[in-house]
């Protein structure tokens, strides 16, 4: 059985929610994914990357509801394997495909994809470096669409040191403006944040996702007589974030590639124009 093999205790978030099976691990759940996806306007034409894919929920239903084209990746294997059963279960597998990458390094050329998706992963890595490399495999006027948790108020020292203890030392919500700042200095242009909302339930993403759907709960409660330590793991994550929600919102942060500049042409170049009438020589 997937990520079975480790203890609870050592299992860090990623591993944890991928173990769990949760679809939707970002703040806003699928709602927030479809609201935000309203926005993107995304066509049956374009080539899509969803940059930590999880298990695949995003990209099955763009692929069911658009008809385009998705790559997923995800630095999980357990999440990558859900995904493609995901993919398969939901006869979407001729639009979706699923790697395992580093988002840091992805395998992929220059300008590939029409459009970026991301939702809840730069929130935990380098930001800066994270959307340098989306914006290396986007096309030219390319879109990036990154929902992520943002803070609204300045989060005290104690408060971040539990934070980075339930969901990991590297964790890091911006406040909007920095957020919109990391993708400028990546390179993006006409930066936005799209839909920016408090968290409005519990905010606890994995109690959330559960109360959905009941094969997770059922299929948790096996979970929970083989790892007991399961239920203390999942009330520190809800007590942390019930008691500090007011510290927490979430958007869509946007952006989109700007076209290259026309080249420069050498004073050869010009002269050739001049004289011949032509297009510079390759
Ligand atoms: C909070 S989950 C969100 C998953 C999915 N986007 C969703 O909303 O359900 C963060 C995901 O980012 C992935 N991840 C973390 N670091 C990564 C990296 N360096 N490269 C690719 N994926 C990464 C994790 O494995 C995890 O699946």
């Not at 173990?19 to 309203?38: E, M, R, V, Y």
């Not at 890595?125 to 030219?140: F, G, H, Q, T």
């Not at 992520?148 to 969901?167: D, G, S």
Request: aromatic share 8%; glycine share 8%; charged share 25%.
């Amino acid at each position: 059985m997937i990520g079975e093999n480790k203890r609870v205790e050592e299992m860090n978030y990623f591993e944890l929610i991928a173990w769990l099976g949760i679809g939707s691990s970002h703040p806003g759940g699928f709602p927030a994914t479809k609201q935000n996806l309203d926005a993107v306007q995304i066509k049956p034409e374009e080539y899509v990357l969803d940059a930590g894919c999880g298990s695949g929920l995003t990209a099955c239903h763009l692929a069911k509801t658009v008809g385009c084209k998705i790559m997923g990746i995800d630095i999980n294997s357990q999440m990558i394997e859900k995904a493609r059963q995901r993919a398969e279960k939901e006869g979407v597998s001729h639009l979706v495909e699923f790697k395992v990458a580093d988002v840091y390094e992805l395998p992929f050329a220059d300008n590939q994809f029409d459009v970026v998706i991301a939702e809840s992963i730069a929130v935990f890595l380098d930001k800066v470096k994270v959307y340098r490399e989306l914006y290396r495999v986007l096309k030219p006027e390319g879109r990036v669409a990154d929902l992520e948790m943002a803070i609204l108020k300045e989060m005290p020292a104690a408060v971040r040191h539990q934070m980075e203890e339930c969901f990991g030392s590297g964790t890091n919500p911006l406040p909007f403006q920095e957020w919109l700042e990391a993708l400028a200095q990546a390179g993006f242009q006409d930066v936005d944040i799209k839909n920016p909302q408090p968290l409005r339930d519990n905010g606890n993403i994995v109690l959330n996702e559960l109360k959905k759907d009941w094969v997770l709960v059922k299929d948790l409660m096996s979970k929970i007589n083989r790892q007991p330590g399961l239920v203390r793991r999942l009330q520190k994550n809800a007590g942390f974030m019930k008691r500090n929600r007011s510290y927490f919102g979430f958007g869509l942060v946007y952006g989109r590639k700007p076209t290259p500049p026309p080249l420069k042409l050498g004073f050869k170049d010009r002269l050739w124009q001049v004289l011949f009438r032509r297009k510079p020589r390759q």
